[in-house]
Every structure is written in C-alpha cells, then in structure tokens.
C-alpha cells in the first residue's frame, strides 16, 4: 500500500477498528411496547381448571370471575379435555359440588342451569366452550380462548403443557425421555397448526411440578418457545429448593445455551394462574386464580392476534405490577411502570454475556440424582448487570450481553401468593443482542 493510499483510507480504517470495538448496535431493531396507535395492553390468564377436570367450580363461574375482575382474556385448560361434548356432572359423586352449584344459583337464572335425576343421581350439564362464549365474552372487551392442559407424562413424572386456541383435542403422545415428550407433544401440535392453520400456542407447564423438568432437558426442545416462569400453584416450587434450581434460574439457563450454543430462540416466561380452588378452603393454601398472568399489547382482542403477539415477546408477565411502557432502542432498554401510590419498585436488568463460561457440575452427589436436577452453573448466568430504585430505570447496553431482560418488584406484598412472603412483581420479556 503507498503512503499515498494509506492516508486516504485511514479515516475508513479508524472506522472499522471502532466499529468492530463497539458492536454495531444500531443494526438491532427498536422493540417498543406501549398503549398507542391503537394498541391495546390485554391482561389474561392462560392456564384454568374447572370442573371439567379437577377445578371445583363450573366454567362459566370462573369466566364471570375472571370478567369482573377486569382481565381481557381467559384461556380454558383442562386436563387433556376440551369444553365440547354432552356432559353432566354427578353432585352426589363430586365432592364439594355443593358449593359450586350454589355459587351458580346466586349468579344465573334459573333457565340457565339443567339439573337432571334427584339425590344421588342428581346431574348438572357442564356447559360447552360455545354456550359459555355466546353468554359472557364480549367483542373486544373479553374473550374466552379453548385450549387444554396435554397431560402427559415419563415414568411417573409429569409433563404438562397447555394449548391455547385449539378446536380439537391434542392427545398426549408419550416419549422416550422428559426431552422427547416435550418435542414429540409439540411436533403434534406444530404439524396440526401447519395443517389446519390454526395458530395454537402450546407453553410448557411448571417444570418443578414433582422437580420433573431440568433446564437442560427443556432448553433443547425445537419449537417450545414458551413456559411457565411464573404458575401460581401453591404446590409447583417456582422458587426451586436447596437442591432445585427455581424457575427464573433455569429461564436464565435456558435461554443463554439456546442463543449461545443451541442456536434456538429466546424462550418466553409466562405467569399464570393454574386455577383448581376457586372456594376459601381451610389451608388458604388453594391452587386460587389471580396470582400470575400475562398482559398482552395487540390492536385486536381475538385468538390469533393473541397468540401472534405472544410470539412477537409483545407482551410482559406479572404478579401484580402493571407496566406503562417497554422501550429498546438498540442501544438501551427502559421499563416504565405503573407506579401505584405509596408503593416503591426496585427494577433489575439481567442477562448473561456472550463467551460465558459453559462448565457446571452436578447439584447432588448422588449420581441417581444427578440427571433430574439442574446443573450448577457460574454467576456469569442471569448477571444482574443492574439494580435501581424507582418506577422508571434505563440500562445502557454494552454489546457484551447475549440477552437483557426486567424485574420490576414491589413493595408490596402479594395479596394472595402461592409462596409465603412473595412481592409483586413482572417480568420483562429477554431480548437478544446483536453480537459485534
Ligand atoms: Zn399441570
Ligand atoms: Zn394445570
């Protein structure tokens, strides 16, 4: 090169080298959640039982419920059950039906409950999907989504994944390993949807149900974008134990093998109710609905535009905290909460850098143990890059980060928790950071 053509490329050279010190954020798309240009946030639970499964109260009870309550959208989840056929519920053989058939007594007119037999042979036909829709939903302003709970299961231990928007039943198909129920279940479910053009969501349930999901066995799946960081069952372990990772620990886990060394995309955390109990029982410790939920931002409130928005991440998790706004510009992210009055937030920014460090170790030394438990990792997992105070807070991205996401947590406390001494709080969705 002469001296001559080196000065005229030095400027450009300088370029490059600075270009290649600071990666090219400006590449990365803007990502911005907020309630304008006729979008809508929409708050809705995705996971609910009711007495067409092992919920104890009718169907169109917890639709009411979740209505007045001012939700947007209630998913129908029964176990490996759609709300469809002719069905009629023995009181005698139920028990606690009692209560159920009161609660429907005070809230329906007369016309509306079919009662058939007398003592114990006395029958209440369960409503279908369609009778509850045309009576409750609302254009717009409340919709009712048919999806079940696909109940499966290896060994003894359970593998739950719901379906939302579904028209048919999705039987479980069993496997090979924890790993290939999950992908088997949703290769079914993907081939169906690439068939019928259907867009089901299918998310994976509290993978610490019975400690039966690791994040190294979910992590792998192809096409299983979504699960439950947040189920508000009493008996699910969202925290994990001593030896059980909990569910924000394996989220972490997850999502930096699937960018940094799977080449799969982010996985999604979703709250959840998981309804059962929907009557005060002497423990207070019932599986009751309004403990965790999703807020969506959609223009429409329909199915489809539901579930596209959930696979676009527009959309946050919570138990409690509502959010104003999301904004990713490329090169920072901020969260704005809806602050409520007297109430503090603490925001945290977390992700994991990319080149982290891949070694763990097992989290027993009992080698039996060792496949069903999630490994150990290094800190460098789920790094809290940032922590501050306040309803609003903006962490600037380095472009060493594989991921970001958000914690906002409150003050205070959950008013009805699954865990004991839990804050509210919501969970910003990851983005992934373009690398250098
Ligand atoms: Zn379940
Ligand atoms: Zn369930």
């Given at each position: 090169?002469?001296?001559?053509?080196?000065?005229?490329?030095?400027?450009?050279?300088?370029?490059c080298?600075?270009?290649?010190?600071?990666?090219?954020?400006?590449?990365?798309?803007?990502?911005?959640?907020?309630?304008?240009?006729?979008?809508?946030?929409?708050?809705?639970?995705?996971?609910?039982?009711?007495?067409?499964?092992?919920?104890?109260?009718?169907?169109?009870?917890?639709?009411?419920?979740?209505?007045?309550?001012?939700?947007?959208?209630?998913?129908?989840?029964?176990?490996?059950?759609?709300?469809?056929?002719e069905?009629?519920?023995?009181?005698?053989?139920?028990?606690?039906?009692?209560?159920?058939?009161?609660?429907?007594?005070?809230?329906?007119?007369?016309?509306?409950i079919?009662?058939?037999?007398?003592?114990?042979?006395?029958?209440?036909?369960?409503?279908?999907?369609?009778?509850?829709?045309?009576?409750?939903?609302?254009?717009?302003?409340?919709?009712?989504?048919?999806?079940?709970?696909?109940?499966?299961?290896?060994?003894?231990?359970?593998?739950?994944?719901?379906?939302?928007n579904?028209?048919?039943?999705?039987?479980?198909?069993?496997?090979e390993?924890?790993?290939?129920?999950?992908q088997?279940?949703?290769?079914?479910?993907?081939?169906?949807?690439?068939?019928?053009g259907?867009?089901?969501?299918?998310?994976l349930?509290?993978?610490n149900?019975?400690?039966?999901?690791?994040?190294?066995?979910l992590?792998?799946v192809v096409?299983?974008?979504?699960?439950e960081l947040?189920?508000?069952?009493?008996?699910?372990h969202?925290?994990?134990?001593?030896?059980?990772?909990?569910?924000?620990?394996?989220w972490?886990?997850?999502?930096?093998?699937?960018?940094?060394?799977?080449?799969?995309?982010?996985?999604?955390?979703?709250?959840?109710?998981?309804?059962?109990?929907?009557?005060?029982?002497?423990?207070?410790?019932?599986?009751?609905?309004?403990?965790?939920?999703?807020?969506?931002?959609?223009?429409?409130?329909?199915?489809?535009?539901?579930?596209?928005?959930?696979?676009?991440?527009?959309?946050?998790?919570?138990?409690?905290?509502?959010?104003?706004?999301?904004?990713?510009?490329?090169?920072?992210?901020?969260?704005?909460?809806?602050?409520?009055?007297?109430?503090?937030?603490?925001?945290?920014?977390?992700?994991?850098d990319?080149?982290?460090?891949?070694?763990?170790?097992?989290?027993?030394?009992?080698?039996?143990?060792?496949?069903?438990?999630?490994r150990?990792?290094?800190?460098?997992?789920?790094?809290?890059?940032?922590?501050?105070?306040?309803p609003?807070a903006?962490?600037?991205?380095?472009?060493?980060?594989?991921?970001?996401?958000?914690?906002?947590?409150?003050?205070?406390?959950?008013?009805?928790?699954?865990e004991?001494?839990?804050?509210?709080?919501?969970?910003?969705?990851?983005?992934?950071?373009?690398?250098?």
């Amino acid at each position: 090169m002469t001296n001559h053509l080196r000065r005229a490329l030095l400027p450009a050279l300088v370029l490059c080298s600075l270009l290649s010190a600071f990666p090219q954020l400006s590449a990365q798309q803007p990502f911005v959640l907020e309630a304008v240009d006729g979008q809508r946030w929409m708050k809705g639970n995705m996971h609910t039982h009711s007495l067409w499964s092992d919920g104890d109260d009718f169907p169109e009870n917890l639709a009411k419920w979740y209505r007045d309550k001012g939700y947007q959208f209630l998913v129908f989840t029964d176990h490996n059950t759609l709300l469809q056929k002719e069905r009629w519920l023995n009181l005698a053989k139920r028990k606690g039906s009692d209560k159920a058939l009161q609660r429907l007594r005070e809230q329906w007119p007369a016309e509306w409950i079919e009662i058939r037999g007398t003592g114990d042979t006395e029958e209440v036909r369960l409503k279908t999907f369609d009778e509850i829709f045309a009576k409750l939903a609302v254009p717009q302003e409340y919709l009712l989504i048919q999806g079940e709970e696909i109940t499966d299961r290896f060994g003894k231990l359970p593998v739950h994944m719901c379906a939302a928007n579904t028209a048919e039943l999705l039987p479980p198909t069993g496997g090979e390993s924890i790993t290939d129920v999950i992908q088997q279940n949703i290769n079914a479910a993907t081939a169906r949807r690439e068939r019928t053009g259907v867009r089901t969501l299918v998310h994976l349930n509290h993978p610490n149900f019975g400690y039966a999901i690791t994040a190294e066995q979910l992590m792998k799946v192809v096409g299983e974008n979504f699960f439950e960081l947040y189920n508000g069952h009493p008996g699910v372990h969202n925290s994990g134990d001593e030896k059980h990772a909990g569910t924000e620990r394996m989220w972490d886990i997850i999502n930096s093998f699937r960018l940094q060394t799977l080449q799969l995309p982010l996985m999604y955390g979703l709250g959840t109710d998981d309804g059962h109990n929907y009557f005060e029982t002497a423990s207070g410790k019932g599986a009751q609905p309004g403990r965790g939920w999703v807020v969506v931002l959609a223009r429409t409130l329909e199915p489809d535009a539901i579930v596209e928005a959930l696979e676009a991440g527009r959309f946050y998790s919570s138990s409690g905290v509502s959010l104003q706004a999301v904004r990713f510009n490329g090169s920072s992210l901020k969260v704005e909460v809806q602050a409520e009055a007297d109430v503090q937030y603490q925001i945290q920014f977390i992700g994991t850098d990319r080149g982290f460090d891949p070694e763990s170790r097992t989290a027993s030394d009992k080698p039996e143990e060792a496949d069903t438990l999630t490994r150990v990792y290094s800190d460098q997992i789920g790094k809290v890059y940032a922590t501050v105070a306040g309803p609003v807070a903006e962490y600037r991205i380095t472009g060493k980060e594989l991921y970001i996401r958000a914690v906002v947590t409150s003050s205070k406390r959950h008013p009805n928790p699954s865990e004991a001494g839990e804050f509210e709080r919501a969970w910003v969705q990851p983005i992934a950071i373009k690398g250098p």
